[in-house]
């Protein structure tokens, strides 16, 4: 257990683990990383999606043409313009680097595929089937364990210690044997958010009472706690993004691609009841108006053909599969004669191209094609996009504006990146863009103050 460190870094997520590692190739010796839980990864190994990038040399070889600017414009209209310009121009101007640097380290993300809210493809995956999130946290485990960087796992931090001036001084931690204190003069904050502290949630949201998570246990938002009682100032805290879609029991989220190739919301009433095209949030909202808050993801063969995602969820089990609607209404306990009846409205419907009930758009598929599949389905807490204030440089800001000497903050922790909506893979982008600025600045404050 070291009594002192040059750098604490707190948590060992995808921002954590960047930062540390970030700090050692440039030359800091005496970093260590907290992490409360007995691994790393945090939410950031559930990341599925990829690493947004403009102007990479992945962009370049297959003929796309992005820009920062484009980059830019995508995340702010995402954002509904929530979101703080500056952090979001130093996110897609590091961004290209972010993707080279990873694969500099031992990652793979050199496969470039079109994603939601962007203009042009420009999600970074890796080449084999792995997903982001479990390729990403292998690659820094492995880079920090070369550098001799210390995680010390099932360690929670519980206070940061600053002097009068509001210098930062220490940060107390608990482990199994007990409270003990680290000397430092630079903590880099990266706990992640707090989607999976209900009480916070409610606090911050109270229309999101009683929402499930996709969240990871430890994300509780302690990193917020530490950081306002030292002074640090809110951003944005109340935006925090919701998906429609998840099981209740298993917390698997459905991809939006199960209703875009043409699946329906039901209700234990065998009734329809929203748009299922409509934003997330009015979808949220709809399936929370129902019986129990629940409601049943309805699909055919022909939309579970047109999507490999669907068998991950066959094989989970999470899947109720039958030969007919009164069968599939047996085995889920929705109201048959009403399920029958909706389904062969909606057949008519579709096969007239307008939906006279709830006005969706594109209704690809009659879902007439047995056997037939229905998947529990509530909305839940995804990614809370409001935190602690910082500037360009990760350094930590009160509600004045002004520093805390030594803080420095990234991730999900952080407000402003993400605005008011966050486009799906620039989660990914955000914890290695700003982990690395936060290691890079707690390295320069270690030669400037040491
Ligand atoms: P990000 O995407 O911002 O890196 P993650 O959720 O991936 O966020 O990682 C944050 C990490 O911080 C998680 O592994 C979490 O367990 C850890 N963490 C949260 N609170 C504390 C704490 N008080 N002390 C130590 N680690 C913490």
């Not at 790393?40 to 190994?45: A, F, I, L, M």
């Amino acid at each position: 257990k070291p009594q002192s460190a040059d750098i604490v870094v707190i948590g060992a997520g995808g921002a954590g683990m960047s930062a540390a590692i970030e700090a050692a190739q440039k030359g800091a010796t005496n970093v260590v990383i907290l992490e409360k839980m007995p691994i790393t990864g945090g939410n950031s190994v559930r990341a599925t999606g990829g690493l947004n990038a403009s102007e990479t040399q992945y962009q370049k070889r297959d003929g796309i043409e992005d820009s920062n600017e484009l980059f830019y414009q995508d995340t702010m209209k995402g954002g509904k313009n929530l979101n703080d310009p500056e952090l979001v121009r130093t996110l897609v101007e590091n961004s290209a680097s972010a993707v080279d640097w990873v694969n500099s380290i031992g990652g793979d993300l050199s496969v470039v595929g079109q994603f939601g809210g962007a203009s042009v493809k420009r999600i970074h995956r890796p080449s084999d089937t792995s997903a982001v999130g479990p390729m990403l946290v292998k690659t820094l485990n492995a880079k920090l364990d070369e550098l001799g960087v210390p995680v010390l796992l099932e360690t929670k931090a519980t206070k940061i210690f600053a002097d009068k001036d509001g210098k930062i001084t220490g940060v107390e931690a608990e482990d199994d044997n007990g409270v003990f204190v680290i000397n430092t003069k630079v903590v880099v904050l990266a706990t992640g958010g707090f989607g999976a502290n209900p009480q916070m949630v409610a606090k911050y949201a109270p229309q999101l009472e009683g929402f499930i998570t996709t969240n990871h246990v430890g994300a509780t938002g302690d990193g917020i706690e530490m950081a306002t009682e030292l002074g640090a100032g809110l951003t944005d805290i109340e935006q925090i993004q919701t998906h429609p879609t998840v099981n209740p029991d298993t917390a698997t989220m459905y991809t939006e691609g199960v209703r875009g190739n043409g699946a329906i919301l039901v209700n234990d009433d065998g009734k329809r009841f929203v748009n299922e095209l409509d934003t997330r949030d009015v979808v949220s909202a709809a399936i929370m108006a129902q019986q129990n808050g629940e409601s049943w993801l309805v699909f055919d063969t022909a939309v579970r053909e047109s999507l490999s995602a669907i068998e991950k969820y066959i094989n989970e089990g999470i899947i109720v599969e039958a030969n007919s609607i009164e069968e599939l209404a047996q085995k889920t306990g929705v109201n048959e004669a009403n399920f029958v009846a909706t389904m062969q409205e909606y057949a008519a419907m579709q096969a007239v191209g307008k939906d006279s009930e709830f006005g969706r758009k594109s209704m690809e598929v009659p879902l007439t094609k047995p056997p037939y599949f229905a998947g529990k389905a509530k909305p839940a807490v995804h990614h809370t996009m409001g935190g602690v204030k910082i500037n360009k440089e990760t350094q930590v800001l009160k509600e004045d504006g002004s520093v805390i000497p030594g803080f420095f903050a990234a991730g999900e922790v952080v407000g402003g990146v993400h605005g008011a909506n966050r486009l799906g893979g620039n989660a990914v982008t955000d914890i290695v863009v700003f982990g690395r600025i936060a290691g890079d600045s707690a390295n320069k404050y270690v030669l400037d103050n040491g």
